[in-house]
């Protein structure tokens, strides 16, 4: 998977410059926008067939069956073998290590300020 973690690693590290442009609310509407695009318009959900006909509108052509099946694997968090709205949110925030950081931060700042936490 090492190899279709970079394919994955290309998109998600242009969510915190989204997050930086659009504020938190824009950039869950664009990641509304991914989800719409991959899913399998009939069931309502991202399946591994519906991931591997629109990968390419995300950029993620190059990337095998083998690597959109680990994403579905990682993200599926109710085992169901398909990605809902919220499971595909929480795996792009995941596949962000500079995101999470963020995210994380701003967690602290927030107790710090609220409760006097250090």
Do not use: H
């Amino acid at each position: 998977m090492a190899g279709g973690r970079k394919g994955n690693d290309q998109f998600a590290d242009m969510l915190p410059l989204m997050a930086e442009r659009l504020g938190g609310e824009g950039l869950i509407g664009e990641l509304c926008k991914g989800f719409g695009l991959l899913m399998d318009r009939e069931k309502g959900v991202i399946t591994f067939e519906s991931l591997k006909k629109n990968s390419a509108l995300l950029g993620l052509q190059d990337l095998g069956d083998e690597e959109l099946e680990g994403m579905l694997r990682e993200g599926d968090l109710d085992r169901d073998g398909a990605l809902d709205q919220m499971e595909f949110c929480v795996l792009m925030f995941r596949l962000s290590p500079q995101l999470m950081d963020q995210s994380e931060a701003l967690l602290e700042y927030a107790l710090q300020q609220e409760f006097g936490w250090k």
